[in-house]
Nanobody, 119 residues
Framework: QLQESGPGLVKPSQKISLTCDIS??????????WSWIRQSPGKGIEWIAN???????AYNPDLKSRTSISRDTSNDHFTLQMTSVSPEDTAVYYC?????????????WGQGTPVTVSS
């Protein structure tokens, strides 16, 4: 199971940190690609970043300059940090995992955590 947590409401220009806690048994970290995805009313579903075997990362080019994904295999979670947020970053943020880097099918999803950027 995946469970997201985040700041909820933040002001423009702030930095946010989202965490995805993983539970339910031994995690084979290097067998999957661990992703952050968001959904907003205006843009629909948008992939943000992956972290995969060997800590290899990949980012949406539109967000790469402001995002960083990492994982903590000792504590069974991975995180997303995003800097300089604006109202356009308002969305529900989901963590998920998939068997290959570009698979369109995700094996599991969290329930999502809403982030609202507003002054």
């Amino acid at each position: 199971q995946l469970q997201e947590s985040g700041p909820g409401l933040v002001k423009p220009s702030q930095k946010i940190s989202l965490t995805c806690d993983i539970s339910g048994g031994p995690i084979t970290w290097d067998s999957y690609y661990w992703s952050w995805i968001r959904q907003s009313p205006g843009k629909g579903i948008e992939w943000i970043a992956n972290i995969g075997p060997g800590d290899n990362t990949a980012y949406n080019p539109d967000l790469k300059s402001r995002t960083s994904i990492s994982r903590d295999t000792s504590n069974d979670h991975f995180t997303l940090q995003m800097t300089s947020v604006s109202p356009e970053d308002t969305a529900v943020y989901y963590c998920a995992f998939r068997p290959t880097e570009h698979s369109r099918w995700f094996r599991g999803w969290g329930q999502g955590t809403p982030v609202t950027v507003s002054s």
